[in-house]
Nanobody
Framework: QVQLVESGGGLVQAGGSLRLSCAAS????????MGWFRQAPGKEREFVAA????????YSTESLEGRFTISRDNAKNTVYLQMNNLKPEDTAVYYC?????????????????WGQGTQVTVSS
């Protein structure tokens, strides 16, 4: 049974940093693409970043790419999202997801397993 467990969320002031972690179990983690999505209150879930099995990455926008970094440690079955210079508009529940492919993918329907989410709140 595949399980994804996120951690690292919390309350931070604008300009601060957080590192989210997502630990996977029940799967050979190194063979799959991983993604981060977020959902703000009243909004649809949106793509943030994704990593291919080999560590190649994509981001939703150039602005996020300059502030967020996705990485993975296949030995630890964990994917990370380092978030710097956080802004109030980054406030959301952040979800990690696992795709049954090798690739870094940006559509939520391309992911097969999801974590429960971790809350990130950025105060102004």
């Amino acid at each position: 049974q595949v399980q994804l467990v996120e951690s690292g969320g919390g309350l931070v002031q604008a300009g601060g940093s957080l590192r989210l972690s997502c630990a996977a179990s029940g799967v050979t983690f190194s063979g799959y693409g991983m993604g981060w999505f977020r959902q703000a209150p009243g909004k649809e879930r949106e793509f943030v970043a994704a990593s291919s099995w080999s560590g190649g990455s994509i981001y939703s926008t150039e602005s996020l790419e300059g502030r967020f970094t996705i990485s993975r440690d296949n030995a630890k079955n964990t994917v990370y999202l380092q978030m710097n210079n956080l802004k109030p508009e980054d406030t959301a529940v952040y979800y990690c997801a696992l795709s049954s492919t090798y690739f870094a993918l940006s559509n939520s329907y391309e992911y097969d397993y999801w974590g429960q989410g971790t809350q990130v709140t950025v105060s102004s």
